[in-house]
Nanobody, 118 residues
Framework: EVQFVESGGGMVQPGESLRLSCAASGLMVSNYDMCWVRQGPGTGPEWVAMMNLGGQRTFYEDSVEGRFTISKDNAKNALVLQRDNLKPEDTAVYYC???????????RGQGTQVTVSS
């Protein structure tokens, strides 16, 4: 059974940074295209960052380009999202997911809450 456990969220002030991690079990992250998805208050899920299985290609949603960095920690079998210069509009629950057919797949984890507020 594939499972994802997201962690690293919290409450920060605008301009600060947070590093999110997603521990995977039931598969090897290095063998799959994967992504981060967020769901803000009152909004639907949206993908924000994607990395291909080999880690050579990354894509970002326009609003996070230049501020977020997605990576894979193959030794820990984890997907990582470094988030810098956080803004209030980044407030959301963040999930990791497989990337399939040009979109995010099922959200299997509980997510991790990030709140950006002064």
């Amino acid at each position: 059974e594939v499972q994802f456990v997201e962690s690293g969220g919290g409450m920060v002030q605008p301009g600060e940074s947070l590093r999110l991690s997603c521990a995977a079990s039931g598969l090897m992250v290095s063998n799959y295209d994967m992504c981060w998805v967020r769901q803000g208050p009152g909004t639907g899920p949206e993908w924000v960052a994607m990395m291909n299985l080999g880690g050579q290609r990354t894509f970002y949603e326009d609003s996070v380009e230049g501020r977020f960095t997605i990576s894979k920690d193959n030794a820990k079998n984890a997907l990582v999202l470094q988030r810098d210069n956080l803004k209030p509009e980044d407030t959301a629950v963040y999930y990791c997911a497989l990337w399939r057919a040009g979109d995010y797949d099922e959200l299997r984890g509980q997510g991790t809450q990030v709140t950006v507020s002064s």
